[in-house]
């Protein structure tokens, strides 16, 4: 097998399982306002603060503005990402352009090309840890945390193994230069709140 078709496996293996929980948290009480996603075969359910929004319409909005409005851009969408029991959904992923959905109606993880997370005090170990390991397992190529209790993004590229080549630490006030990525554009900074 190659390296690809291992991670297909790994993702395939755990869909029937997520498939299941999934199914169990779409009938329980969940409030309004939080998210729910599988790390690792842990369920986490995490309140979306106004910073959090802010920052994820900011990001969004400048996508819509590079790409249009029929740009593939999710917040909150469920991708299963490599490794055992991963039913992520990011804050924002962007999908290719000749993305389809497969058999069960979901986004692949082969077809994200950028995903940025924005931190919440209870997702941070998360989104710095096991996401971003599957993240570059899953070869996307840009990954972008944005931390408003650091006050800075981290940008991620070059991924390689469970782990990305390149980190670029920007705080909030300066652009995030993503020209010569996937995503080719700069991202303004200086409006996004801190906590």
């Not at 593939?72 to 299963?80: C, L, M, N, P």
Request: hydrophobic letters at 40%.
């Amino acid at each position: 097998m190659t390296v690809l078709e291992d991670r297909i496996a790994m993702a395939d293996a755990n869909t029937e399982r997520l498939d299941d929980w999934f199914e169990r948290l779409e009938r329980m009480p969940v409030p309004e306002g939080f998210r729910v996603e599988i790390v690792g075969g842990n369920v986490h359910m995490t309140p979306q603060l106004d910073t959090h929004w802010e920052i994820i319409r900011r990001i969004v909005r400048a996508l819509e503005d590079k790409f249009g409005m029929d740009v593939k851009a999710f917040s909150d969408v469920r991708i299963d990402f490599p490794g055992h029991e991963n039913g992520f959904c990011p804050d924002i992923a962007l999908i290719s352009d000749s993305a389809t959905k497969d058999a069960e109606g979901r986004w692949r993880y082969q077809d994200v090309e950028f995903v940025a997370e924005v931190i919440s005090a209870g997702t941070a170990a998360n989104d710095y840890g096991p996401k971003k390991a599957a993240y570059a397992v899953a070869e996307v190529p840009v990954y972008v945390i944005a931390d408003p209790y650091q006050g800075r993004c981290h940008i991620y590229t070059e991924p390689k193994g469970s782990e990305y080549e390149i980190e670029t630490r920007v705080p909030f006030g300066k652009d995030l230069d993503l020209t010569g990525t996937v995503v080719d554009l700069t991202l303004k900074t200086d409006e996004f709140p801190r906590d």
